[in-house]
């Protein structure tokens, strides 16, 4: 990814269609939190160049082997036992998505799935989500007080 793909006014960032699955470009959307910490990453990283957003310690282009390693050791260190890979990530963060409150429309198109079936892939929820969620949004919940 890019350094100019990321569009700060707009809040996106702009993913060219040879770097998707679909080979269909589209543009995501980032929280304004996000795009706070990642404009501040490209300030921190600037001195090694202007082209690659994310690289290595040393200056070199993250490739898929490297961010696997990084996620293995953050995992190690953080005491968690499961395997963690990148599109585990990609899953954890579309179930947070809906967990908190957003809608599964939209994650649809922010994960650039074109059928909803693979977002509800995306978004299995255990029972205990579902009672959460349910607890949350019960049409009864603002009836009886």
Sequence with gaps: M?????DFKAGVIKLEAMNTKTR?????PVSS??????KEYIIESEDFGEDLL????DGREMVSNTWRTRLHDVAHLTG????????????????LYIMNGGDPFSLQKILGHTDMSMTRKYIQMTN???KRQ???FSPLKNVFR
């Design 134 to 136: 349910h607890n949350s």
């Design 33 to 38: 939190k996000t795009m706070k910490l990642l």
């Design 2 to 6: 890019k350094r100019r793909n990321v």
């Design 80 to 95: 968690i036992k499961k395997a963690v890979r990148p599109h585990v990530l990609r899953h954890t963060g579309a179930l």
């Design 24 to 28: 269909k470009a589209r543009e995501v």
């Design 128 to 130: 205990m989500d579902v």
């Design 54 to 57: 994310f690289l290595t310690y």
